[in-house]
């Protein structure tokens, strides 16, 4: 299992995941109080009948309209850029006001727009920065952008292309009265105070799912406002303005409210004046200062079966400070761990441990010792192993423990059994039974044996323990899978519709073919796999007779048969091709064998649209060669379908971005796409300078070269229109390449420099690969000022590495070798 650090979770984390309507919220570990009831009170909400807004959220939304090209925009969010409050991120894909090289100080507002499917956007930042100061983030084009004094707006497509109608319509609205609707005023005001608003004009969103099942035909808008309260909470305010006062439920309202946090709430409230309801909600959530301060640091186990004890190692590269660190081994703390010292890198601490102990390692902050978190959960189970025997006639799973000593936690371990009613994607129908392993073992020794009954062909079942971990109030829970088992039909199957469709075997055993009987559309073969072959061995083959739309179907009729092994359609003799003219795209039928196709039963789709059948309204049928004309808005892919069977089946998937692939040769830059292109369709960059590019047309294998020197960052920007998208980046360099070569006696490693290049020794980091990642960040900077082909360095390794990796970390340039 590859484990991400602590730091790379709570990295992950910063804004929860959210019901999908409503994606912004502070988040981190929760500690829970006791849940107050929501208390309604039928006191006016504040200013609820007032629809003034600030004046730097009208100048903010002034550019925002209500719609472009006829589509409502779906969500508003205003943000005021604070490192306090941690919400700038929320409405800058991610990133800060020094994406746009402006100080905080100097952006009073940030406010975005979405409009439609697409997801295209509208941005605007107020405040007291000159027209020239904000810096266009390189996926953003400049025709994208709109500036004033204290204004920016950027219109933004998909894929980070420039929205050019977006940007139009944002101008267009400057100096005009704000657009959207009176309730949509009236929710914005009651939360204008806060850090962070969402606002939706039209609820539910038409785009998004994650609206609880209640009753929204009364509600107009709904706004949302965030606020840290503390280092170690936040707030939201969630307010509903309905068409009438009758319209209100509160039990709706409050599965709204509570739908808002995906964490435990501590206090909650409910206030409403007529058609305007506010719910008011705290959540327990560390502040991004308060989550660095955790120590960034996950444990290793190893487990010592026949010493009874663990190994914790310390797999990061910085030493780390004890204070508030404590140490519990199935939840008794280890006294006299550290003893104030700081835990070191590659440092191991010994602890006394079972198999199924988990190991804890928790931090309380010493400047808000009320939060407490878990730095390392682990739970030793390396050595819990089984051997499985499966009789398919007797429907018996049967596990022997291989373990090296007995289990006597046979209460944690947990056996599911999922049937699928013996059909391999009948999910709707899947039955689960659970049981623990205690109730019949109640200690698993080696050789002991635990029987399970019932399981027919396409079911799973798992063993597995949930080991949780208390803080306060809060439990936290993860389960472990320690074992997995699944009833596949045996052998394996493809249909080679190349030429003439043909049945292949290619499972890994050689099987009896008269446990397989083979259809089509119903009808066994006249001559089948066992009048073919005596055994069935991978390879073997049998010819299929049909045409386009027959179902072949191979079912296992051995032991715990009947079930389907393989079923496939067959498909008609024809394929698409996407081509590219100065005029645009088309779409073309392909037909090698003259095959007519009816236009009725080809979908096409693309850009996550609604599949159509666009050939239909061109031909009556078709033949090789028909084309129709595709648009795209973006790099997509076009997936085209058949829909004669019953089921519709996939023909083609064509992906535009491989149709405009670039790559980087020594000095020369190379199309290695596909199809025919005009060369103004791409711009060639140097460090951001235009460099000459291809002359006429453009195919695969022409080239051009680079004046670059090592370093330089090359790029190449493919122009469909007003939309522009970067469909190759990489830094200029030479071949980067190293030898390696291990010594098992002398327990070592040599890496040999081929690169013919100096490199900086600092750039280059080492990591090997055994039974968990090593790292050697500054291992050849620790003896060369200078690397050259021909330097080598040996690193010391206890463990026969099964593979190392060498990186370029600005060149984004690595060498992966197998050692074992």
């Not at 007797?394 to 022997?400: E, G, N």
């Not at 039909?489 to 043909?502: A, E, I, N, R, W």
């Not at 968990?772 to 082909?789: C, G, H, K, L």
Request: zero cysteines; glycine letters at 6%; a negative charge.
């Amino acid at each position: 299992m590859v484990r991400s650090t602590r730091r790379q979770l709570l990295a992950g984390v910063t804004m929860a995941a959210l019901p999908s309507w409503f994606s912004i919220a502070a988040a981190g570990e929760t500690t829970t109080g006791a849940e107050s009831s929501p208390s309604e009170t039928a006191t006016p909400t504040p200013d609820s009948d007032e629809t003034a807004l600030p004046d730097d959220v009208e100048a903010v939304l002034d550019p925002i309209p209500e719609s472009v090209d006829g589509t409502q925009a779906s969500r508003l969010s205003v943000t005021v850029p604070s490192p306090d409050q941690e919400t700038t991120a929320m409405t800058m894909w991610g990133a800060g006001t020094d994406q746009f090289d402006l100080d905080e100080e100097a952006v009073d507002r940030v406010a975005t727009a979405i409009y439609g499917e697409n997801r295209k956007q509208i941005l605007a930042l107020v405040g007291s920065f000159d027209a020239s100061d904000p810096t266009v983030p390189k996926r953003v084009p400049e025709n994208g952008v709109h500036r004033d004094d204290g204004l920016f707006v950027l219109g933004v497509a998909p894929q980070s292309g420039a929205w050019t109608d977006g940007l139009s319509a944002a101008k267009d609205a400057i100096g005009d009265e704000f657009e959207f609707s009176e309730e949509t005023r009236l929710s914005l005001a009651q939360v204008v105070d806060s850090a962070s608003i969402q606002v939706f004009p039209s609820f539910p969103p038409s785009s998004d799912t994650g609206v609880p099942d209640i009753d929204t035909d009364g509600l107009e808008t709904v706004a949302i406002g965030v606020d840290r309260i503390d280092p170690t909470a936040i707030s939201f305010s969630i307010v509903g303005v309905y068409t009438e006062t009758a319209a209100y439920d509160g039990d709706d309202f409050e599965a709204l409210l509570e739908s808002t946090s995906v964490d435990d709430i501590d206090e909650k409230a409910i206030k409403r004046d007529g058609r305007v309801a506010i719910g008011t909600t705290r959540v327990p959530a560390p502040s991004e200062a308060l989550r660095e301060r955790a120590p960034d640091l996950w444990l290793h186990v190893q487990y010592d079966a026949q010493a009874g004890t663990a190994k914790l190692h310390h797999t990061q590269e910085k030493a780390v400070s004890t204070e508030g660190l404590a140490l519990y081994v199935d939840g008794e703390k280890v006294t006299n761990v550290w003893n104030g010292e700081t835990f070191d890198p590659e440092e191991v601490i010994t602890v006394e441990a079972d198999l199924l102990s988990t190991i804890v390692l928790e931090w309380t902050d010493p400047k808000h010792p009320e939060y407490q978190t878990v730095v390392s959960h682990e739970l030793i189970a390396d050595g819990v192993t089984f051997q499985e025997d499966y009789d398919r006639e007797s429907k018996t799973l049967t596990l022997t423990y291989t373990g090296p000593e007995p289990i006597t936690a046979t209460e944690r371990i947990e056996i599911e059994h999922r049937s699928t009613s013996g059909r391999e994607d009948d999910y709707q129908r899947q039955e689960t039974t659970e049981r623990s392993l205690g109730a019949s073992h109640e200690t698993l020794s080696p050789e002991d044996e635990i029987e399970i009954d019932d399981v027919t062909l396409y079911d799973r079942v798992t063993l597995s323990t949930t080991h949780s971990v208390e803080r306060g109030t809060v439990t936290e829970s993860t389960s472990t899978s320690i074992y997995y088992f699944h009833a596949e039909v045996p052998g394996y199957f493809s249909l080679d519709q190349q030429d003439h469709p043909t049945l292949v075997y290619q499972g890994r055993e050689a099987r009896d073919p008269e446990q397989y009987r083979v259809t089509v559309d119903g009808t066994e073969l006249s001559s089948g796999l066992d009048d073919e072959y005596e055994t069935l061995e991978s390879g073997d083959s049998v010819s299929i007779d049909a045409d386009p739309g027959a179902k072949v179907l191979v079912e296992w009729v051995g032991p715990g048969g009947p079930a389907t092994a393989f079923s496939e359609y067959i498909k008609p003799p024809v394929s698409f091709e996407l081509h590219h003219s100065t005029d645009g795209f088309e779409l073309v039928y392909r037909s090698d064998d003259g095959y007519t196709g009816d236009p009725d039963a080809f979908t096409v789709q693309s850009h996550g649209l609604e599949a159509k059948t666009p050939f239909a309204q061109e031909y009556e049928t078709l033949a090789d060669g028909d084309s129709i004309d595709i648009e795209f808005d973006r790099l997509s892919i076009v997936t085209v379908e058949w829909t004669g069977p019953e089921e519709s089946v996939r023909i083609d998937g064509i992906s535009l971005r491989r149709m405009v692939h670039f790559e980087m040769d020594g000095q020369s830059l190379t199309f290695a796409g596909e199809g025919e292109w005009s060369a103004d369709a791409f711009e060639m960059t140097v460090d951001g300078e235009s460099i000459d590019g291809f002359s006429d047309t453009v195919t695969e294998g022409d080239s051009i070269d680079l004046a670059a020197e090592t370093g330089s960052t090359v790029e190449v920007v493919w122009k469909n229109g007003s939309d522009e998208e970067t469909v190759f980046s990489e830094t200029f360099h030479p071949p980067f390449e190293f030898d390696v070569e291990y010594d098992a006696k002398a327990e070592s490693l040599t890496i040999t420099s081929q690169t013919e290049s100096e490199i900086d020794p600092a750039e280059v980091a080492v990591a090997t690969y055994a039974s968990q990642r090593t790292s050697y960040p500054n291992v050849w900077a620790d003896e060369y000022d200078v690397i050259e082909a021909g330097d080598s360095i040996t690193l010391s390794v206890s463990t026969e590495p099964q593979a190392l990796v060498v990186e370029h970390e600005s060149w984004g340039a690595y060498v992966s070798k197998q050692v074992a």
